[in-house]
DNA sequence: AATGTGACCGCGA
DNA sequence: TTCGCGGCCACAT
């Protein structure tokens, strides 16, 4: 490992393999779980580039699918917006069994993603 | 080339 | 707990 420590090269493929990592990511995301947009961005070896999961997830075509509603903010809110798919996250959240209290937020300490290796 | 925007995050007040 | 700010970086204009 000759690498250095401070960072994941993305494969010199750039952008394209850094969103393809995203997706990779959320597909792992399990039934009835959630996981941050930070978080994401972290399991791919980019800190604080969670703004570009979310461009990733922007950039999805409908009827993708990938869990994309699985992926709220570190508020355990949907950052979704009201004209795009919110209404269907929220729906697809509960269907799974995924309490969101009065507010519309999701208890990250219970329902959030725990990747095991 | 420069500027503004964004499905965000984390910290300090 | 909420609100404001700076940081991050790709994309649209």
Redesign the pocket.
Known sequence: MSRSSRDTPVGGAG?DALYQRFYALIDCIPRGRVA???QIAREAGRP?????V??A??A?PPGSKLP?YR?I???GEI???PS??YPL?RERLLAEGIVLDR?GRVDLERFGWVPDL
């Open positions: 952008r941050t947009y930070g604080r580039h969670a703004r570009h979310g461009y997830l922007r999805l994309w992926v903010n570190s508020r950052s979704a917006r795009e798919g996250q507010r």
